[in-house]
C-alpha cells in the first residue's frame, strides 16, 4: 500500500477524527499532510499501522522510546504496577528509585522534581530560577524549542523578516501571547558567543536564567561548540543568573546526558522522554541550594508546584527498568548505529550529487537539504525548495517501509539489528536516488 492512499484506514480514521477533534488533531507535531498514518501497535523498532503496513520507526515518539516498542522488560514492569495501582494521593517508594538514579548520572545535581511532561518540567525550573533569584527575565535560544510554556515559546519560529542583526528580536509563537511575556523573554543566538555574551551582560540584572538545549532538534540538531556553552556557563556566573541545561532529548546522547560528553555543569536541568520509559514523564534536576524552592518542610515553599498524575508510580517503575537497561554498552552500541546511519546517508547525498546532509550526534541525526553548513537557527532555515526536498525525502522513506519526523529528525532504538539499519541506510539512499533523478 502506498501512502497517501484515499481507500486506507488511516484516510477513513481521519476522516471520522476531523468531526472531534480539531483538523482531525489532537498534537500538532504528529499532523502530516494530507492525513496522518494511523499506528495500531508497535512492536521493538517497528510500528504497524492501522492497515497493517510494517514501517522501522526512527520517530520513537519524538525520540522518547529508546527502547523502541513494547519491550518486554519495560511492559512487564508497567503491567506490575498497574495491577498495584496507577496513581496515589501519597508518594511512593517508586519516585525515590528513579531520582536516585538521575542523580547518579548527573554529577551536577542533587535531587530531583518530577512532572508530567518535558513542557511543565521547563516551565518549573524557569519558574525556579525566578524564585530562588528574584529576578524576572529568562533568556533563550533563537529557534530552540522548549514545550508549550508561554515564556519558553517565545522566538521558536522566526522569519527573515523578524531577523533583527545579530541581535533576536523577541517574536511571538502562538497568536495571543501577551506582549508582557515577550519583554520578559531574551532571544539569544545560538553557537554565537559574542553576541549571547554581550545580550546576556546587557540584560544581566534583570535575568534569573539562560535555558540551551545543547543540540536544539528544531534550530536544525547542530550540536552546541563546547566554547559557546562554556562562555554561556561563565556569563551566567558574572550576572548572577542560573544556567539551565533542556536535555529533555540530549539526555539520550549518553549515560552523564550532554552535560557528560560537553563536561560542563549546568545549575539545573530539565529532562523529559527517555526517563519516563514510553510513558508521560519531566523533571527538573539540580542543585539542593536551588531545588529548596521546592521543599515543604519548613512552610509554604517558595515554589509550590503539585500536580496529580506527578511521580506516578507506572512511569516512575517503567522510566527505571528502561534506564537501568540503558547502560555503557547500550550507549556505545547506539553511537554505533547512529553513526553508520549518518556516514551512510552522507555517502548517498555525496553519490546522487546533493546538496545537504545529516547532523547530529549519537542516536539522533537530521537531514538538510543545505547548501551550507548548519549550525545554527539562521543556517538551518529553509528555502521553499529545501522544504519541498525535506517533504519528499520524508514521502519516499515512509513508501521505503521507514518513519521519520516530517521536518527531518531521526531517532535510533537499542532494538534495532545491523540488519535493521542496512534497511534505514538503504531506504535513504533509494529517497535520495528518486530525488535527484526528479
Ligand atoms: N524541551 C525539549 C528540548 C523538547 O524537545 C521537548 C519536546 N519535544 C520539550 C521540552 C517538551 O516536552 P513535552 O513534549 O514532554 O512537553
Redesign the pocket.
Known amino acids: 500500500m502506498t501512502h497517501p492512499d484515499p481507500d486506507s484506514r488511516s484516510h477513513a480514521l481521519h476522516q471520522r477524527a476531523k468531526r472531534s477533534l480539531p483538523g482531525g488533531n489532537t498534537r500538532t ?1 504528529v499532523y502530516s499532510k494530507p492525513w496522518p498514518i494511523y499506528a495500531a501497535r508497535g512492536e521493538g523498532c517497528r510500528v504497524i499501522d492501522a492497515d497493517g503496513v510494517a514501517r522501522i520507526d526512527c520517530i520513537n515518539n ?3 522510546l529508546i527502547h523502541g516498542h513494547a519491550h518486554p522488560v519495560v511492559t512487564e514492569a508497567a503491567c506490575r504496577q498497574a495491577a498495584l495501582g496507577t496513581a496515589f494521593g501519597l508518594p511512593t517508594e517508586s519516585e525515590i528509585d528513579l531520582a536516585e538514579l538521575i542523580v547518579d548520572r548527573l554529577p551536577a545535581a542533587d535531587q530531583v522534581r518530577f512532572t ?7 516551565m518549573m525550573a524557569l519558574k525556579a530560577a525566578r524564585a530562588f533569584t528574584g529576578r524576572p527575565k529568562i533568556a533563550k535560544c533563537e529557534g ?5 510554556y508561554d515564556y ?1 515559546e517565545v522566538s521558536l519560529d522566526p522569519g527573515p523578516r523578524d531577523w533583527g542583526g545579530n541581535a533576536p528580536v523577541s517574536v511571538a509563537y502562538a497568536k495571543g501571547t501577551p506582549q508582557a511575556v515577550l519583554s520578559d523573554v531574551l532571544a539569544i543566538p545560538f553557537n554565537d558567543i559574542d553576541a549571547a555574551v554581550s545580550l546576556i551582560r546587557e540584560h544581566g540584572a534583570d535575568l534569573a536564567c539562560v535555558i540551551v ?1 545543547p543540540m ?3 534550530a536544525g540538531l547542530a550540536p552546541a561548540d563546547r566554547a559557546y556553552l562554556l562562555a554561556l556557563r561563565e556569563v551566567t556566573r558574572e550576572v548572577g543568573a542560573l544556567l539551565i541545561f ?5 539526555f539520550r546522547l549518553g549515560y552523564n546526558g550532554a552535560q557528560g560528553l560537553w563536561d560542563i555543569a549546568p545549575d539545573l536541568t ?1 529532562l ?2 527517555i526517563i519516563g520509559g514510553g510513558f ?3 523533571a527538573v534536576a539540580g542543585r539542593a541550594e536551588i531545588m529548596a524552592v521546592f521543599d515543604p518542610t519548613a512552610g509554604k515553599p517558595a515554589l509550590p508546584h503539585g500536580g496529580t498524575f506527578s511521580a506516578n508510580p507506572v512511569t516512575m517503575r517503567a522510566g527505571h527498568v528502561a534506564m537501568d537497561l540503558l547502560d555503557a554498552q547500550a550507549f556505545a552500541r547506539l553511537d554505533a548505529i547512529g553513526e553508520r546511519v549518518r556516514d551512510g546517508i552522507a555517502a548517498s547525498f555525496a553519490r546522487h550529487g546533493l546538496a545537504g546532509g545529516p547532523v547530529g550526534l549519537g542516536s539522533l541525526l537530521k537531514v538538510h537539504f543545505a547548501d551550507r553548513p548548519v549550525r545554527d537557527y539562521r543556517s538551518a532555515y529553509q528555502t521553499p525548495e529545501e522544504t519541498a526536498r525535506l517533504a519528499a525525502f520524508h514521502l519516499g522513506l515512509i513508501n521505503r517501509g521507514v518513519l521519520t519526523a516530517g521536518y527531518g529528525l531521526m531517532a535510533l532504538s537499542t532494538p534495532m539489528t545491523d540488519d535493521d539499519v542496512a534497511t534505514i541506510i538503504a531506504a535513504c539512499d533509494g529517497a535520495l536516488a528518486a530525488l535527484a533523478a526528479a
Do not use: L, M
Open positions: 507535531t519524538f525520540t522518547a508530567n511532561s518535558g513542557t511543565e518540567a521547563v530552540a524549542y522548549h514545550g508549550s519558553a538545549d536544539p532538534n528544531r533542556d536535555e529533555v532529548i540530549t530539565t523529559g522522554k508521560p514523564v519531566g
